[in-house]
């Protein structure tokens, strides 16, 4: 996944309209725009700060809510189930109890990320995160299937962004390169079928990664 901050900027001319009713249509829109960025850009980094307070999903929503067909309202959906998911991992290796809750909003909002952009910049991002929910849970037939699909929309989402698999205090784990879909779904299910546990299949996907994402 990466950001997208950008602007359509939609101007309508009429012969008998004056410069400055062209310019009050054109203006509100990139001002509505901008904020749009700004929002979605302190929402990003509360979360690349590791913060679990709930500040970066307040900022995602409010984007949501205000401006919903932007294009940064598709971003701030899957960053918002990207957000919980990440603190779910952050909780859980901190505190050693798994915080059920946030992993289950994190899929909450993956779900509805797919199902209002299902030719979206993020959809292959989306599977990916689903999968990982699923196999956490301990449903490794769930996991299959998210990755069985995430391969088949390939076609649509050719690359998924991975910063770690799950989340780390380790710099060892930290990975930041794009993988080809496909591949990481079939690197994915491969070291399901060799890996008894969701460490060891996190472990093989993270030497994986190293290699194979740039």
């Not at 050693?96 to 509805?112: C, F, H, I, M, Q």
Request: charged share 25%; aromatic share 14%.
């Amino acid at each position: 996944m990466q950001h997208r901050f950008f602007c359509i900027r939609s101007v309508k001319c009429f012969a008998s309209a004056s410069v400055t009713l062209v310019l009050l249509i054109s203006i509100v829109p990139v001002a509505e725009c901008q904020r749009a960025a700004q929002l979605l850009k302190e929402g990003s980094r509360y979360q690349a700060a590791d913060d679990t307070s709930d500040q970066a999903a307040d900022l995602y929503r409010q984007l949501i809510r205000k401006y919903p067909k932007s294009a940064e309202a598709e971003s701030a959906q899957f960053f918002l189930g990207a957000y919980y998911e990440r603190k779910f991992f952050i909780l859980e290796q901190r505190s050693k109890v798994p915080d059920w809750g946030s992993l289950n909003r994190a899929e909450e909002e993956l779900y509805t990320y797919k199902g209002k952009y299902p030719r979206g910049f993020y959809l292959a991002d989306a599977f990916h995160m689903l999968a990982i929910a699923a196999l956490r849970r301990g449903y490794k037939d769930t996991a299959r299937n998210w990755w069985t699909i995430m391969s088949e929309a390939a076609t649509k989402d050719r690359q998924v962004y991975i910063f770690r698999i799950t989340w780390s205090s380790s710099t060892d784990d930290v990975i930041k390169g794009y993988c080809k879909t496909s591949a990481l779904a079939t690197a994915s299910v491969d070291a399901l079928n060799k890996e008894s546990s969701f460490d060891g299949v996190v472990r093989a996907l993270t030497s994986w990664a190293r290699g194979n994402c740039h």
